[in-house]
């Protein structure tokens, strides 16, 4: 089945303790993103990356990393995670670089930094 | 540069009654259009999209939408709605040649007995 993975759907850590949420793709897509969705405000992009080894600043990337070294992972970085990056993160991807062919998204990961 | 501006961020329709979704886009080139739905602890799923071509767009689960340049909208409809399209819905556009990906702020739609 064609999908996107993400891991751990929920996670709850203490503010500073490093993670990584994991990201993986079954559908040999170029092009992977990353967005947080907070009440009100949609969605926002953090990262986005093209193809392996490249990859570049959404509208809101402070606080993240991202690494993209094979296709189909783009794990989600969070070196001193604080209080305000506690939402919902959606890992999505797509067959084209220029995104016309709209997304597939995983089914998230909830997060809470305390 | 792209935006994306949807109308009411709550909707409420009785069961069998029309369902409209408003969206309008900024787009300083030809636009590409998405309407995605979210169902509760779910991701998004798209629903339809426009690229180029017939301006009205058919979905799944019965939705279609009509993109009008002059009027800079893409707007979501369902004939009848169905208790089973309680979910929220998100409007996006994004621009050929480039990698921006802008989401409305979604629309949470409510389905009466």
């Known amino acids: 089945e064609a999908q996107v993975t993400q891991n751990p759907r929920y996670l709850i850590t203490v503010t500073g303790k490093k993670l990584t949420v994991t990201c993986s793709q079954n559908?040999?897509?170029?092009?992977m993103s990353w967005y947080r969705q907070d009440p009100g405000l949609g969605l926002r992009q953090i990262y986005y990356?093209?193809?392996?080894?490249?990859?570049d600043k959404g509208d809101v990337p402070e606080g993240y990393k991202v690494s993209r070294k094979e296709k189909r992972n783009f794990p989600l970085i969070l070196e001193s995670p604080s209080p305000n990056q506690t939402s919902l993160y959606f890992c999505?991807?797509?067959?084209?670089?220029?995104?016309?062919?709209?997304?597939?998204f995983g089914s998230g990961t909830r997060l809470t930094v305390v | 540069a792209q935006s994306v501006t949807q109308l009411g961020s709550h909707v409420s329709v009785s069961e069998g009654a029309l369902v409209l979704l408003r969206c309008n886009y900024s787009?300083?080139?030809?636009?590409?259009l998405f309407w995605y739905v979210q169902y509760p602890n779910q991701g998004l799923q798209l629903l339809l999209k426009y690229t180029t071509g017939a301006t009205l767009v058919k979905g799944i689960n019965g939705f279609e939408a009509e993109f009008k340049k002059s009027e800079t909208s893409f707007h979501l409809t369902k004939p009848s709605a169905h208790m089973s399209d309680a979910a929220e819905y998100f409007c996006?556009?994004?621009?050929?040649?480039?990698?921006?990906?802008?989401f409305g702020t979604g629309t949470r739609l409510k389905v009466l007995a």
């Open positions: 999505a991807s797509s067959q084209s670089s220029g995104v016309n062919y709209g997304y597939t």
């Open positions: 787009s300083s080139v030809p636009p590409y």
């Open positions: 996006a556009v994004s621009a050929s040649g480039t990698y921006k990906y802008i």
């Open positions: 990356s093209m193809n392996v080894e490249v990859t």
């Open positions: 559908m040999n897509h170029e092009y």
